[in-house]
């Protein structure tokens, strides 16, 4: 928000400078970024009168004046057409300093440009007479030539003093929950709360009474069926003649960042600078017809805005529309994007006679989700969609159209067209001395009652704020003014008091002793952990954003049936882009990576993230739950990780670099640093490589009474990206993905401790054939389970002195896997080392052989064909 120095002291009588006012500002929460004063560099530049004006007499396309400087007469030599005898300009005599690049002659001082004496022909010109652009003021000319003064003008007063040119420019950071602040009166407001002494002057808009007769021009009703219209106002301006506004409008239009257009227009836009409340103009007789509705969007329905672009709407956006109903009741013309921008059909042009204004009051979140969606940053949606004050809409139409009077001679005073809904109204609020004590160490009611005051949030009665029993001396009532919404609870008075004696005269006291030793947490000491491991094994955190673009489901392959194919979508994005809540950490990291490689890196990647994700329903995407969000959605925090090889395939060491089975090392390395011992089995995934993607399962050990194992399902995966979406992405090389679910590692086994078997074990090796199919992982299992089953009893073994034969297997190994050469097609071989033991005795080789030739022949039974 840029704000001019002077049209703020037209509101308020400030005791202070503008460094002084800025720095109070900025401590308040109203950060200065910058203080300008663009018009500093201009010296020797001074309001003269054109006394004479001829051609030049031998060049046709050049003109001799002679001016009036106030302290005597000068000659230039001019090629603008626009001028004539009497008018009065910005001259600048030899030795005048302009705007760096402005003048047409040497460089001075620091780049600035200097003027002097320049012959052209027989006649030396003295000096130049200026135009806007040289003055540093783009946009100000209304035709191309010298900038033409007022005709009050006082000839010989320095430049600066005149048309708002040497004004200071206040540069002010305006957080998005003071909407008010958007303007010159929310200012003057600002400073008036921070400098008791400060004086509010009387409001320009204060004599514009609004007008009363009836409508010259046949006009039909104001519809609001959308309830996002708050509140809207027409008035009338009949006999306008279109043309430019003073000069001194157009300055400070163009020092605040807006374009002169025309008087009309201008009018508009200024009211928005001082008031706050956007507006706009429409000529009446291109309005379809004499009625106005504001109504929700179609899908799918279209309309051409002022900057001549087509913008396809959505039922979610608000449209200003005029015309009868078609069947079905479907108003027929769209003429503007509410709060927006104004249609092309209707808008100010040159033979416009007749203006309807509107004022209007709209939804924040509206505006702002169709500013976003549409990327349409206007400055009526910038301050809608934070809010402006619903009673400024009808005193901005009065105001407005008085100086529409005042700049093109128009005809004002009929009443104007107002339609409501429902209307919000400030809420009283209480401030307590005891929470006002706690926030601020300081408890001053009288003094806080002052300050609120100053700040235009007025103290009231218990009984009018109806809080019966709230006030007296330890609590008082009061109430926000219009233009404060964001003030709403106790803390927000606090705030402002706070902000006015400033943050940083808040006494300082040590803590308290605490009631416990400090704990960083669970869920903190888990990602500390897994962040360590992650960053011992070469791994770069990545912090992504938790919005993605809703076209990530379809870039993932994602299915309907699955739950990350359903995001969460924002009412109010930050940007078109960003619409929808992430469902998995993936699509983030494959951004970083995609970034990364278009900027030229070639080496390695690992990186890896930890965060929350967003899924429709209680629980994650598998079996572990999330916790628990708002409206019933999970939030299940998650670790993801992505490596690739890197897009420069030369190395002298090739064998070193990442594949599948080095990634799932990784992930196994953060499994055990939780102590969880996880078993890999063959998944699927969507955007997964068929062959290379496993579903991580865990198998915790829970030591209890009696000693088991116990599957606790799947706590995470891991994957190779497809091929085709490799491709799509622009990746060269392999990239592997993983995440789990942290639900499942939060309370990590501890290890177990025993003294080491005194008696030898006693090893044998089976060697088989298993279908492709089937994995090693599932043989392991099949092993474990017959042997528990096939020697249950003591008699199935000889009359073993153990409770059970199967306890002898200790463990179970694959040593060899071969496929090829005389092993049948769809098979391959297989080769387990298999451990005995027994706990109380040495087992002899009779009883080893017997019970291994049992399980080789309960496999056989099986199916399989040992070798």
Not at 429 to 458: C, F, N, P
């Amino acid at each position: 928000m840029i704000v001019s120095w002077q049209l703020l002291n037209r509101f308020v009588d400030l005791p202070v400078s503008p460094e002084e006012a800025a720095a109070r500002l900025t401590m308040s929460g109203a950060e200065v970024e910058s203080i300008e004063r663009p018009g500093e560099s201009i010296s020797g530049v001074v309001a003269a009168r054109v006394q004479s004006l001829g051609r030049h007499p031998s060049r046709e396309n050049l003109f001799v004046a002679e001016v009036d400087t106030g302290k005597g007469k000068a000659v230039c030599v001019t090629a603008a057409t626009n001028l004539k005898a009497g008018d009065r300009v910005f001259y600048g005599a030899p030795g005048a300093v302009l705007p760096a690049g402005a003048g047409p002659d040497r460089a001075g001082p620091s780049g600035k440009m200097e003027l002097g004496v320049r012959d052209f022909g027989e006649v030396r010109s003295e000096g130049m007479m200026l135009s806007a652009e040289e003055l540093g003021l783009p946009g100000v000319d209304i035709e191309e030539g010298i900038l033409v003064l007022p005709g009050d003008a006082p000839i010989g007063a320095d430049a600066r003093a005149l048309c708002g040119i040497g004004d200071v420019l206040l540069d002010v950071s305006v957080t998005p929950n003071r909407g008010d602040l958007l303007s010159i009166l929310g200012m003057a407001r600002e400073l008036k709360g921070l400098y008791p002494d400060a004086v509010l002057k009387p409001m320009p808009w204060e004599k514009s009474a609004p007008g009363t007769g009836d409508w010259p021009v046949p006009f039909g009703a104001i519809s609001l069926p959308d309830d996002g219209c708050l509140n809207y106002h027409l008035g009338l301006a009949t006999n306008v003649r279109i043309g430019p506004s003073p000069v001194e409008i157009r300055v400070a239009l163009s020092r605040l960042g807006m374009r002169p257009i025309s008087n009309v227009v201008d009018a508009t836009n200024y009211v928005m600078l001082l008031l706050g409340q956007p507006l706009h103009a429409f000529d009446l007789n291109t309005l379809p017809e004499r009625e106005i509705t504001v109504r929700r969007a179609f899908e799918g329905e279209t309309i051409v805005t002022l900057d001549g672009k087509e913008r396809v709407l959505t039922s979610k956006d608000m449209l200003i529309t005029s015309g009868r109903e078609a069947p079905g009741g479907r108003p027929t013309e769209p003429i503007a994007l509410a709060g927006i921008m104004g249609g092309k059909q209707t808008g100010i042009n040159d033979d416009t006679d007749i203006v309807v204004l509107e004022g209007a009051s709209f939804s924040p979140r509206r505006v702002g989700h169709t500013s976003r969606r549409l990327s349409i940053a206007s400055e009526a949606a910038f301050r809608y969609s934070r809010g402006v004050d619903p009673a400024l809409s009808a005193l901005g139409v009065d105001y407005a159209l008085s100086l529409m009077a005042e700049w093109s001679g128009a005809e004002i005073g009929c009443r104007k067209l107002s339609a409501y809904n429902v209307q919000p109204e400030p809420q009283p609020v209480v401030l307590t001395k005891k929470k006002l004590q706690t926030y601020l160490l300081w408890s001053d009611m009288e003094e806080s009652t002052r300050i609120l005051e100053g700040y235009a949030v007025r103290r009231v009665k218990e009984k009018e704020a109806g809080k019966t029993g709230k006030g007296g001396e330890d609590a008082r009532v009061f109430l926000p003014p219009t233009w404060r919404p964001d003030i709403a609870i106790e803390e927000d008075l606090i705030e402002e008091i706070g902000r006015y004696r400033g943050y940083d005269a808040a006494p300082v006291r040590m803590p308290g002793v605490l009631p416990r030793r400090g704990d960083i947490g669970p869920e903190t000491s888990l990602a500390g952990s897994l962040r360590a491991c992650a960053i011992a094994r070469g791994y770069v955190e990545a912090i992504t954003y938790s919005f993605l673009p809703e076209s990530f489901v379809s870039a993932l392959r994602l299915p309907g049936s699955d739950p990350r194919a359903h995001p969460l979508s924002l009412e109010n994005p930050i940007s078109q882009e960003w619409t929808a809540m992430r469902t998995t950490l993936v699509p983030g990291l494959l951004n970083g990576l995609r970034e990364s490689v278009a900027s030229g890196w070639r080496g390695p990647v690992r990186l890896f993230e930890i965060g929350r994700v967003f899924l429709r329903g209680p629980a994650g995407p598998s079996e572990p739950a999330g916790q628990s969000g708002p409206e019933g959605h999970g939030e299940p925090d998650v670790m993801a990780g992505l490596v690739c090889g890197g897009t420069d395939p030369r190395s002298p060491w090739p064998e070193t670099r990442d594949d599948f089975l080095s990634v799932k090392a990784d992930v196994e390395a953060f499994l055990r640093a939780r102590g969880v011992g996880a078993v890999f089995a063959r998944g699927a995934e969507p955007f997964g490589h068929r062959g290379q993607t496993a579903d991580i399962l865990s198998e915790r050990k829970k030591h209890e009474k009696n000693e088991k194992n116990e599957k606790s399902g799947k706590i995470g995966y891991l994957a190779r990206l497809s091929p085709a979406i490799e491709r799509e992405l622009g990746f060269t090389e392999p990239v592997y993905v993983f995440e789990l679910y942290l639900t499942a590692l939060e309370s990590p086994d501890r290890p177990v401790y025993a003294a080491a078997p005194p008696f030898p074990a006693a090893f044998r090796d089976i060697s088989m054939l298993v279908p492709n199919a089937v994995t090693q992982a599932e043989v392991l299992a099949e092993i474990q389970a017959l042997v528990s089953e096939r020697f249950a009893s003591d008699s199935a073994v000889g009359g073993f002195s153990d409770s059970a034969a199967g306890g002898f297997l200790e463990s179970v190994k694959l040593f060899d896997l071969y496929s090829g050469k005389g092993i049948p097609a769809g098979y391959r071989s297989m080769a387990f080392s298999l451990s005995y033991r027994a706990s109380g005795r040495t087992l002899n080789d009779e009883e080893v052989d017997r019970i291994h030739n049992a399980v080789r022949d309960t496999l056989t039974q099986r199916g399989y064909n040992m070798r």
